[in-house]
């Protein structure tokens, strides 16, 4: 949002005033400093969830959505990134924490370039986010 690198905390009060209920990132989420200042507070931002636990923000969100509780959960693969946690251990894990949250859908963003090489490892969690859908 912030020409590529990072995202100001006054491009993400913009961009939420103007009615974006849900932001994610990838690894530049960190190339503009100030998001330190407010990541923990931008309710509507969901950073990779795969960074080392005590990363700060969340790599997660549920959202109420009329009446309907929606999960983002953002994840970055490897290819081509510094050494990060598997994304799908990391996944999976949180798939098992929304569903014991009542979460009737979950949103899983990537590139498409990125599914393309993991398409076994998609399937499954597809799968696990089909059968958290499929409940309600």
Known sequence: ASHGFGLTKKNYEDLS???IDCFTSGNHIWDKKDIYDYID???KLVRPINY???TRGAGARIFDIKGHKLAVINAL????MPPIDSPWEVVTKEIDRLKQNNVTSIIIP???RQMKKYTKEWRILLMQVFAVRKKV
């Open 41 to 43: 507070d931008a309710e």
């Open 17 to 19: 005033a103007s009615g």
């Open 110 to 112: 990537m590139f498409r």
């Open 77 to 80: 693969v490897r290819v081509f």
């Open 52 to 54: 080392p636990d005590g």
